[in-house]
């Protein structure tokens, strides 16, 4: 495969879903870069990202007709990333996908070439936040935060860091420069 898979992967609330939301608007009009849907064992409207929503069968059914290529759990739920990935990438696009940590291992062993970027933020940051989300308790906030430390240890050959305690409109541009910088142009026809 000829082209580029970023592989986004951060703590819950460091900003990924809102980098790659603005990454892209930004891009809209780049013929080179394509944004992975993931499908979600969760309701369509439960919030967040823009998800295709399935139900535990449906997902089960996909997972046996071999249409994930990468697929895992996390949090109760079920990620997968549909086969439309291997043609983006045969055909040399750059694909950004919301991967998660855990996964990245073997997401790596399937595609050799994958870069993952890694979503930083500082703690203070993180944790203000989580509390502005208003989803978690004190002890599920310390919980992320203890995980998040996590990613300081994380080990890749080709792996990106991104730091994201800014607010969207400085770290949104600059974020759009990384995913530019990895841009192959796709092959014709």
């Known amino acids: 495969m000829s082209g580029v898979l970023l592989y986004l992967i951060g703590a819950s609330g460091s900003g990924k879903d809102s980098l790659m939301s603005y990454a892209r608007a930004a891009l809209a009009q780049d013929p080179a870069v394509v944004f992975a849907h993931r499908y979600i064992t969760r309701?369509?409207?439960a919030g967040g990202e823009n998800h295709l929503a399935l139900s535990e069968d449906e997902f089960e059914s996909r997972v046996a007709q071999k249409l994930f290529p990468l697929h895992w759990r996390s949090h109760g739920l079920r990620y997968g990333v549909g086969c439309e990935l291997n043609h983006w990438l045969a055909q040399g696009f750059t694909v950004i996908l919301?991967?998660?940590?855990?996964?990245?291992?073997?997401?790596s062993?399937?595609?050799p070439e994958l870069v993952p970027v890694l979503i930083e933020v500082s703690p203070a940051a993180l944790r203000q936040r989580l509390l502005a989300r208003g989803r978690e308790s004190a002890a599920e906030i310390d919980s992320r935060l203890h995980r998040a430390g996590e990613f300081d240890a994380l080990q890749h050959g080709r792996l990106l860091r991104f730091r994201n305690d800014e607010p969207l409109s400085a770290t949104g541009p600059e974020f759009v420069k990384l995913v530019r910088s990895q841009v192959r142009m796709p092959a014709c026809g």
Request: no cysteine.
């Open 43 to 45: 309701p369509p409207d």
């Open 98 to 107: 919301n991967g998660s940590r855990a996964y990245l291992h073997e997401a």
């Open 109 to 111: 062993r399937r595609y």
